[in-house]
C-alpha cells in the first residue's frame, strides 16, 4: 500500500511528529512544518491568547525568534539546517545549534534565549530508520495539543523551496549555557560526600558527554560507554530498557567488588529519558528510578509539592505519596499532560514509566542530565549499595515488578477499543475489579493491573502490567499478547 508523503502524512503525537526517514521525514516535509510554524506564530488568533490562555504562559511575540537544536541522528543536522532556512526566508530570526545536543538543553535555550519557540530535530528513543520534530513551547517544555493542531492546520501541499543558503544561518552554543544551569542545580556536596563509581551509558546519543563532564569536575570517577556518534546505535533502539543495555551491564558486573559503590546511569537517544543499573548489573527501571527520587528529595532534601504520575507508571509511588502526604495527580501518556500540571500548580516533581522526569526549578521538561546527576548523588548521600536501596524501597512501600511488551500488530487500535467497548470481568486467573481509561484500557485485579495501549508514533501495541512478582507479571503479560492476537 502506498505511504502518504506529503503534508498529510504529517500527524503530530503525544510528543511531535516521527517517520521514517526519506519516507515520511524528508526535507520537503520538514519545510512544511517549518513553514507552517511560521504561520502559527503569526496567527492573529494566537496574539489573542486562544493558544495559551488555558497555560497561564506568557506570550512570546513570534519576533522572538526560533532556536533548533538536533540528536545525532541520519540527517539530523541537515534537516536542523533546511528548517532554519524556511523560517529566515519568512522574515523570522533563527539559530541553530553549533553541535548535537540533548533535548533538554534545546529546550532550556529557548527559555535562556527568550525565543518564541524551539525545535529539536529528533526521533528520541525510536529505531534508527526514524526521525522527527519536537517543538519546545516558550516555557521550554512540550508544546501543548492546541499549538500542534495549529501548526498542522497551517501546513500546505506545496513545499517552500529555502533562498536561504546554510552559510545563512547563525550558529549558537547552546551547551554552555544548559551545563551551567545543571551545575546550579546539583549538590556537589552531596555528591562527593562518599567514594562512587558511575558507569554512564549514553546508547550513542546526544547526551554523550554531558554527565561524564559534571561528574569530572566534581571529581567522581566514572567510566564512559556508548559515547560516541553511531547514527545506527549499535543496532539497537536507543531506549533505556532491559534488553537494550546489555553492554552496561557487561561493563558493570566486569567490575563488581573493585567498586564499594557502583552505579550505570543510562539517557535515551536525544537525552531526556533515563534509567539505571546497580552494583550487580540489575536492572533499575523507570519506575524504580522515580521512587528512588521522589524518596530523596522529599527525606534528604526536605521538599514538598504535588506529584504527577503517568497513567503507567508504578503504584508504589502512589502509595509513597499516601506515607507522604502528597497530592497525586494521574495524567495521560504523554508528557505535554505532566507539562499543563506542572505550570498549573505548585508540582515537586513528574514522570512519566518511560524514564522521563521533570523537576520544580528547572524547566517543565524531562532532563536525562540532571536525573542522572541526582541519582549519583542519591548513592553517595546514602553510603549503601544501590540494590540495597532499591530493596529498602520495596520493604517500606511493598513489592513492585512492572514490565511493558511491545508487539507488532495490525489490529492494535482495535484491539483497545474492544477492550473498551467489552471489558471482561476475569482476565486469566485474575478477577477484574475495575477498569480505567483515562489512556488506552487498564483492567486492574487484587493485586495489580494491565493496560493496553496503542502506539502514537509506531505501528506497535504497548502491553504495561504491574504485579506483586516478577514470574506473575511475565504469566499475564503472556495471557495479554494471546488476547491481543486473538488465540
Given amino acids: 500500500m502506498p ?14 511528529w516521527r517517520g521514517i526517514i526519506a519516507r515520511e521525514f524528508t526535507f520537503d516535509n520538514v519545510g512544511r512544518v517549518a513553514d507552517a510554524l511560521v504561520q502559527h506564530l503569526r496567527d492573529p488568533r494566537r496574539k489573542e491568547g486562544t493558544i495559551y490562555t488555558d497555560w ?64 529539536m530535530i529528533t526521533s528520541s528513543h525510536n529505531p534508527p530508520i526514524y526521525n522527527g520534530i519536537k517543538i519546545k513551547a516558550e516555557y521550554g517544555g512540550s508544546a501543548p495539543q492546541e499549538v500542534t493542531d495549529s501548526v498542522e492546520g497551517h501546513l500546505v501541499p506545496t513545499p517552500p523551496a529555502p533562498r536561504s543558503s546554510e552559510g545563512d544561518i547563525e550558529r549558537v552554543d547552546l551547551r554552555t549555557p544548559y551545563m551551567n544551569r545543571i551545575r546550579e542545580l546539583m549538590d556537589r556536596e552531596r555528591l562527593t560526600s562518599s567514594r562512587i563509581h558511575a558507569v554512564v551509558d549514553s546508547m550513542y546519543g546526544s547526551a554523550a558527554g554531558y554527565v561524564g563532564e559534571l561528574l569530572r569536575e566534581s571529581g567522581v570517577p566514572y567510566t564512559q ?12 533502539k536507543p531506549e533505556p530498557l532491559l534488553e537494550n543495555l546489555i553492554p552496561l551491564r557487561a561493563v558493570l558486573r ?25 552494583e550487580q548489573g540489575g536492572f533499575i527501571d523507570p519506575h524504580g528510578t522515580y521512587a528512588l527520587i521522589l524518596r530523596y528529595l ?19 509511588v502512589r502509595r509513597m505519596c499516601a506515607e507522604y502526604g502528597l497530592e497525586v495527580i494521574e495524567v495521560p501518556i504523554g508528557f505535554k499532560y505532566a507539562v499543563e500540571q506542572i505550570l498549573k500548580k505548585d508540582v515537586l516533581m ?25 541519582l549519583c548523588e542519591i548513592l553517595a548521600t546514602s553510603k549503601r549499595p544501590a540494590s540495597e536501596l532499591v530493596a529498602d ?43 480505567e481509561t483515562l489512556d488506552g484500557v487498564k483492567l486492574r485485579f487484587d493485586k495489580g493491573w494491565i493496560l493496553f495501549r496503542a502506539s502514537g508514533t ?17 504469566e499475564m503479560l503472556d495471557e495479554g499478547e494471546r488476547f491481543a492476537r486473538g488465540a
Fill in 225 to 236: 560507554i556508548r559515547g560516541t556518534r553511531d547514527p545506527l546505535f549499535g543496532g539497537k
Fill in 254 to 278: 566486569s567490575r563488581a567488588g573493585k567498586h564499594e559503590r557502583l552505579i550505570g546511569v543510562i539517557t535515551d537517544g536525544d537525552g531526556d529519558r533515563i534509567a539505571a543499573m546497580d
Fill in 298 to 316: 522529599v527525606e534528604e532534601r526536605g521538599l514538598r509539592g504535588a506529584v504527577v504520575v503517568s497513567f503507567n507508571l508504578t503504584d508504589l
Fill in 3 to 16: 505511504q502518504a508523503s506529503g503534508a498529510e502524512s504529517v500527524k503530530f503525537g503525544t510528543d511531535g
Fill in 350 to 374: 513528574a514522570g512519566e514509566e518511560s524514564g522521563s522526569l521533570a523537576l520544580r526549578g528547572h524547566i517543565p521538561e524531562r532532563d536525562g542530565v540532571l536525573w542522572s546527576i541526582l
Fill in 393 to 435: 524501597l520495596h520493604r517500606r512501600f511493598g513489592p513492585q515488578a512492572v514490565r511493558r511488551r511491545d508487539i507488532e500488530i495490525v489490529t492494535r487500535v482495535e484491539v483497545v477499543e474492544r477492550l473498551r467497548r467489552n471489558p471482561p470481568d476475569r482476565f486469566g486467573a485474575e478477577p477484574v475489579r475495575s477498569v
Fill in 56 to 119: 497561564g504562559a506568557e506570550y512570546r511575540p513570534a519576533d522572538r525568534g526560533v532556536v533548533i537544536g538536533y540528536d545525532t541522528r541520519f540527517l539530523s543536522e541537515e534537516f536542523a539546517l533546511h528548517f532554519a532556512r524556511v523560517v529566515r526566508d519568512r522574515g523570522l530570526s533563527v539559530v541553530v545549534s553549533e553541535h548535537t545536543v540533548p533535548t533538554p538543553a534545546l529546550s532550556y535555550a529557548v527559555v535562556d534565549r527568550m525565543a518564541a519557540v524551539g525545535i
Fill in 458 to 474: 509506531e505501528p506497535i501495541l504497548r502491553i504495561y502490567c504491574e504485579m506483586e512478582t516478577e514470574k506473575a507479571v511475565l
